[in-house]
């Protein structure tokens, strides 16, 4: 049976009012971390091994202990809401469907960084969740675990949910900061590092929602114990946002032990693929981390079941692996086409490039133009080498990971996929006509005895 | 139209203000053009933008510019009821390319134009974080999601209904 810390209690009748989620042990957490001192809450959640939820996976003690701490200076917590990578939607349940599991941690993580004024900048697009948001903040004000002096220990926390407005840019946390500054959302130079001048030049933790989240579980069982859950450095539970052409789309909890292929075809997760057609392709871990054919999925190239833990998932590095990222895990069909779908991908990071960087800037729509002409029959076969070459001259090159977003699906697709595209250049009639299919995609490798 | 808040709308101006720094009352920018998008006929006009610089304090240029970073600011007119369908990956795997072009033939507009009515807008947006009930789209400030094409019938006819019951 699976281990669930968060969503253990999202299937309560009204667990999304105040009332109810308090009966179910609710704001436990708090009344424990206000026994401790804020460096043994930071302690606890060093020892737990949670890893920032959001795609990059940095350890969040460790980012905490970054925080500088200069005197009179004020220090923020920033609750990062803007959930935009495609195929993941697992903030957006956790906010709408338990408001309060949020708003515990951010009580619990704004005491432990010592944050006055905490914010969630959540995505514009989330409008009705606001409003849940806000409800949920002004529950607990009422009854007091927000406000000043809080249940008498001197700490004053407000929670402010700010609203942005449309820019998947945002979700990279200089952005963040920049756009709740009021400007348009272009990443900053880093150093220096918002621990130390984050928003309004002051020191800023930004986390994720569901990062934030774990918090509430990590105090109320012990950093020990959660890290106790799960594999190696895939410690406690993960949300994934499965979608794609699968049964049973939604947001599963699962402790990154399960393998790949029990998550995509139990009925406890995903259920199979859609329509009883065959499995061809996975995006793991959100649209920016690399698309894996159905035979590397399964299993690592060395021929081992790929679990889904975070070292599982990127195990064969670039070459035949991909990345737990932030747990949106789409799934495509032996109908999809890749090319098709890489150039909707393509468009989709040209469109949310900021326009700060010229390799972004301009390789983003370079490569959408590519794209297209290769999936509507007017591509030449030189333009997938120069597909190749744009997108290794945007990786690395840019001022925030958006433009190596933008590269490693294209990559990816290439990668694993080159015979796709050149059918597409080889046949410009029938590539409108038909798609490629499944073709070899699913076919068991071929793994090469260990050599000495 | 006169443009100019409600004193009900100022006070939550100010209210908004009041949960930044001294100072750094320009963070509130984001939230002000929200409201004054949503108040001053769903888009903004120069002179509405001039106006929350003015409530700010700060100089236009700042707003403009801002405004016309974000994807969810209107610059120019839109229908009544915006249809923005998602076209990215997982949308697209599920159809979403079937569901725009039903709304294209239904309403008789392409992408980015609006009836002459004034009632609908269709626009196509990029991934709105509903992949697992696609295809789906934003209308106001709701998600419709597992969307057919009866579904946009019904959509459609509601929406008109709306507008005669508003007028």
């Known amino acids: ?452 | 139209m006169t443009i100019k808040f409600s004193e009900e709308k100022l006070n939550a101006v100010k209210e908004l203000i009041a949960r930044y720094p001294e100072g750094k009352q320009k963070s509130a920018l984001l939230p002000l053009l929200h409201m004054a998008q949503d108040e001053f006929g769903g888009w903004l006009d120069v002179p509405v933008m001039d106006y929350v610089a003015e409530l700010l304090s700060i100089e236009p240029i700042e707003v403009y510019e801002v405004a016309t970073f974000y994807s969810m600011f209107n610059m120019k007119p839109v229908g009544k009821y915006m249809f923005e369908v998602c076209q990215t990956g997982p949308c697209m795997v599920n159809g979403s390319d079937d569901i725009i072009d039903y709304i294209k033939n239904k309403l008789g507009i392409t992408v980015g134009q609006t009836t002459p009515d004034g009632m609908f807008t269709l626009k196509t947006v990029e991934c709105l974080g509903a992949c697992g009930y696609a295809p789906m789209m934003q209308l106001g400030k709701t998600y419709r999601e597992h969307l057919t094409k009866e579904k946009i019938d019904r959509i459609i006819d509601e929406c008109r209904k709306n507008a005669s019951v508003n007028n």
């Open chain 1, 1 to 452: 049976m699976a281990i669930k810390l968060l969503l253990e209690n999202a299937h309560i009748e009204g667990i999304r009012s105040y009332d109810v989620y308090r009966k179910h042990g609710g704001y436990r957490s708090v009344e424990k971390a206000f026994k401790m001192t804020p460096d043994e809450i930071v302690e606890e959640v060093k020892k737990s091994g949670l890893r920032g939820r959001g795609g990059a996976g940095f350890p969040t003690g460790l980012k905490w202990s970054f925080l500088a701490k200069p005197e009179g200076v004020p220090r923020h917590l920033v609750c990062n809401a803007d959930e935009s990578e495609p195929g993941t939607f697992k903030d957006r349940y956790l906010m709408e469907f338990l408001p309060h599991l949020l708003i515990e941690g951010l009580i619990v993580s704004s005491f432990a960084l010592n944050s006055n004024h905490t914010y969630i900048y959540i995505r514009g697009e989330y409008a009705w969740i606001v409003d849940i948001l806000d409800q949920a903040i002004a529950e607990a004000k009422n009854n007091g675990w927000l406000g000043k002096n809080i249940l008498g220990t001197g700490f004053d926390c407000e929670i402010y949910v700010h609203r942005g407005a449309g820019a998947y840019i945002c979700g990279e946390e200089t952005a963040l900061i920049e756009s709740l500054e009021g400007k348009r959302g272009n990443p900053r130079i880093k150093p220096p590092f918002p621990a130390v001048q984050g928003v309004w030049m002051r020191p800023t933790v930004v986390n994720n929602v569901e990062t934030l989240a774990a918090v509430v579980p990590i105090i109320n069982n012990g950093g020990e114990a959660y890290s106790k859950i799960g594999i190696g450095k895939s410690t406690g539970t993960k949300l994934l946002s499965a979608c794609g052409n699968i049964n049973k789309p939604g947001i599963y909890e699962i402790d990154m032990t399960c393998s790949v292929e029990e998550f995509i075809y139990s009925d406890e997760y995903c259920g199979g693929i859609a329509k009883g057609k065959k499995l061809k392709a996975c995006i793991p871990g959100g649209s920016s981390v690399p698309i894996l054919p159905a035979n590397l999925l399964l299993k690592t190239a060395k021929g081992e079941t790929r679990i889904m833990s975070y070292e599982s998932l990127a195990d064969g590095g670039f070459a035949t692996g991909s990345m737990m990222g932030s747990g949106g895990f789409e799934v495509l069909d032996e109908d999809q086409c890749v090319v098709r779908h890489t150039m909707s991908l393509a468009r989709f990071y040209n469109h949310e490039s900021c326009g700060q960087c010229s390799p972004c800037r301009e390789g983003t729509g370079w490569m959408y133009k590519i794209l297209k002409n290769l999936e509507y029959g007017k591509g030449k076969m030189s333009d997938i080498d120069l597909l190749w070459d744009i997108q290794r001259k945007i990786e690395g090159n840019t001022i925030c990971p958006l433009g190596d977003a933008a590269a490693w699906p294209v990559a990816a697709a290439i990668r694993h996929f080159r015979d796709e595209f050149e059918w597409h250049v080889l046949n410009p009639d029938e590539s409108q006509k038909r798609n490629y299919g499944l073709a070899h995609y699913a076919d068991p490798i071929h793994v090469p005895a260990a050599v000495g």
